[in-house]
Each structure stands twice: as C-alpha cells, then as structure tokens.
C-alpha cells in the first residue's frame, strides 16, 4: 500500500473509532507530564520480553539490537503523546508490523506488550492528574483509541507482510514439487531407456527382432518421458484440460505395454461393453493411469493380480484398480494424496498427488479403499462422452 492509500486507511480506522480533534488536543496535552515516566514503561516492556522466550529468542543481535529496540520505543511512545498524526507518522507505524515479520515476532507479543504499555500510561496518568475526575475518563478513552489505532495499523502492516511471504513460500514448495515431479516421472522411462541402450551395446549377436524390439522400446519410452515432461512442467498451473473424447481401451492398454508389469502379476481389463468414450486429455490422464498401476505393482512386491474395470455410471465413466497388495494402513489412508507423502522407502510420494491434481482439473474424481493386508482399490471418475456428443 503507498502512502496515500495508508493515510486513507488510517483516516478511515479513526472514523470508526470516533476519533476527532478534541482527542487529539487531550492526548497531545499529556506529552510533557508523562515524559519522565516513559523511561520506567520501556524498562518494564523490556523486562516482561526477557521473561517469555518466544519473545525474547526473536532478538538475535545482542546488546546493540536490544539498544536500538527501546530507543525505537522510546520514540514511539513520544510520536504517540505528541502527534501529529499526519501522513509520516502514519507511514512510521505501518513499518513496526513489517519489521515484526521480518524479526519473526509473533504479533500476539505486540497485543500484550501495548496491554502493558497501556497500563503503565494509564497508571502515569493516574499519578500526574490535576483535573477532574471526568476528564480524565475522556483522557483515558482519547489513549485507548489512539493506542487501538496504532496496534491496528501493526496489524495491518503485520498481516499483508505475512502474506505476502507465504505467497512467495508457496511459489518457492511448487516450484520444487514440480522438480521433484519430473524427476520422478523420468526415472522409470530412462531406466528402460538405459537397459535397452545397454543390450544394443553390448548383446553379442543379436537377432534383428531383438534389435527392433529394443529400438522400439527406446522410441516408446522416449514419447513417454517427454510427454511426462510436457504435462509436468505445468504442474503448479496444470494446463486446463481440453475435454476430447478419447478410447479408454487404448490408453489402458497403451499404458498396461509401456509399464511392462512382471510376468507374476496376472492384469484383467475388464471395460464393460458399449463403454463410452471418456472425455479429457489423454496425455495427462495417461500419467494418472501409470502411477495407478506402478502403485499397484509396488504393493504387490511383484507378484498378485491387477484387475481394472470400467463401468458407466450416470455420465460418467469410473475406471478402478484393485490390486492383491499390502494394502495401506488406515491412518495413512487420508494423507497418502498429498504432495511429497509416501509410505514406500524409496519414492518422492508426487505420483499419487500429481494424479489427484490432474483428476481434479479434470473435474473428476480419484478415491481410494484399502484393507490392510488384503489390497486396495483406487477408483477414477471421468465425465463420459454423452450420445449427441458422439453424433
Ligand atoms: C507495543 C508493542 C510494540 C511496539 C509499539 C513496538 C515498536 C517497535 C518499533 C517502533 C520498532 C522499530 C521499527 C523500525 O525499524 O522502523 C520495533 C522494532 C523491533 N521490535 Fe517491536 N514493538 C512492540 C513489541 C515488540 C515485542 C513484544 C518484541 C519482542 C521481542 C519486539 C521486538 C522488536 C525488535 C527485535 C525490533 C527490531 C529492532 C532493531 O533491530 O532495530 N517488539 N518495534
């Protein structure tokens, strides 16, 4: 907020409070009797922080810091009595909050802490008045809504600070989940990539059918990591999917030949008859279906029986993945969706988070069911290709 828009800010904060010119002049008057006392406020505001170490740990520079810290006070105590409470003293305010958040105070201490300083003012004024008893009421309620105003520009100040570097934390964790995401939906193709290159190199007389399959297999892999990288690299903003219908057949199968389960892992596709096509992007949805049958495998250590099923329901369509695994215990079941949360040794735990990010763009839904010790089931809901829209 620049200057003009703080000092609006401030104007209209003191509407609220009813604060006018009458407040400003019995304030203002109390400057110079009160004077003598603020030393004492700053020794006890100093004090009550020493007292409580999630205040005190946030002084980290030592002496000089703590110096600087009660000539501050010192100052802002005097701007307080003495006014005016113009555009530079608005902007001087607003600053306390953000150098809170840079210090990393938690901005409870600064309520508590002018609690205090409002009692010892209040206790100061008791001491030094000369007036009437009414007066001094009015006196008193012109300090309360100052000092409210003040701790209200803080907490502005604190919380748009706050936010805005959460905001930056935010950007920063997507930024290496989607690191972390490429890394691990390249692993498992330049692997393959890597195997075949080394049986070309090395295999002595090779059949040319050999030859070919393992080319092939190079050229699969190679479309499968980069279309991993074009769905990836979009990650923190995935790309609203364009919803083309396409064959579920096809891309299962596509998927089931380029994971190459174990020969021990017995896999039933199962697609009722006459299912519709379903409507999204097959590239992205493709990676969902590959971390979906990855999971399965790694459950099963390799050997059991994967059955997909596809079924309509209403106007969708819901593919499910049961595997015969491990299953997953209960009380991680409601956490293993998200980012960096895996219950495999090895592993980022993006697959499944990723999955459930492309499905929700997709508008559709990924659920999970598990036994543990008997296997899980994760279902997929996909909008389908209605009748006109197939005409
Ligand atoms: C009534 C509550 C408080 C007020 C009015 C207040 C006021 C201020 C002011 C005016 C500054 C200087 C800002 C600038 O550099 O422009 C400041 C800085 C600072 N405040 Fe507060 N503060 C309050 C509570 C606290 C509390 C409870 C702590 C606890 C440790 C604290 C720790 C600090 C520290 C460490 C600095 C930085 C000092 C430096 O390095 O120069 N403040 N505060």
């Known amino acids: 907020m ?30 110079s009797p009160l004077d003598s006392f603020l030393p004492g406020l700053i020794d006890d505001f100093y004090r009550e922080i020493q007292r409580h170490p999630a205040a005190s740990n946030v002084i980290t520079g030592g002496d000089r810091q703590i110096d600087r810290l009660k000539q501050s006070l010192i100052q802002w105590l005097r701007e307080l009595l003495a006014g005016p409470y113009d555009q530079a003293y608005v902007v001087r305010r607003w600053r306390v909050g953000m150098r809170h ?85 390249l692993r498992n193709p330049l692997n393959v990539i890597k195997t075949s290159a080394y049986y070309l190199l090395n295999a002595r ?103 997909i099923r596809g079924q309509q329901l209403d106007d969708d369509v819901e593919i499910e993945f049961t595997d015969t695994g491990t299953g997953i215990p209960a009380d991680k079941l409601l956490r293993i969706m998200e980012p960096l949360y895996s219950t495999k040794a090895r592993g980022l735990g993006l697959g499944l988070a990723l999955a459930k990010a492309i499905v929700d763009k997709h508008e559709g839904t990924l659920r999970v069911q598990s036994e543990w010790g008997r296997g899980s089931t994760f279902r997929v809901r996909l909008k389908a290709q209605t009748n006109e829209q197939s005409s």
């Open 205 to 307: 007389n090779a059949s040319p059918e050999k030859v070919g399959e393992h080319l092939r297999r190079i050229e699969q892999h190679v479309t499968v990591a980069d279309d991993a990288i074009t769905a990836l690299s979009n990650f923190a903003k995935l790309p609203h999917p364009q919803l083309i219908p396409f064959s579920l057949h096809d891309c299962l199968r596509q998927v089931l030949e380029t994971e190459h389960l174990p020969a021990a892992i017995d896999v039933e596709l199962d697609l009722a008859p006459g299912l519709p096509a379903a409507l999204g992007d097959a590239n992205q949805l493709r990676i969902v279906f590959g971390n979906l049958i990855r999971n399965a495998r790694d459950a099963m250590s390799g050997q059991g029986r994967l059955t």
């Open 2 to 31: 620049d200057a003009d828009g703080l000092l609006a800010r401030y104007r209209e904060l003191q509407s609220y409070v009813g604060w006018d010119a009458d407040d400003a002049r019995r304030v203002q008057a109390l400057a």
């Open 101 to 185: 958040v840079e210090i990393g105070l938690d901005q409870v201490y600064t309520n508590v802490a002018l609690s205090r300083l409002r009692n010892g003012l209040i206790g100061a004024l008791g001491r030094t008045w000369q007036g009437d008893q009414l007066s001094l009421i009015e006196t008193i309620q012109s300090l309360d809504k100052l000092l409210d105003l003040d701790l209200a520009k803080i907490e502005d100040a604190y919380q748009a600070e706050h936010l805005e570097r959460r905001r930056r934390d935010e950007r920063l964790a997507a930024i290496g989940q989607i690191a972390g995401g490429v890394a691990h939906e």
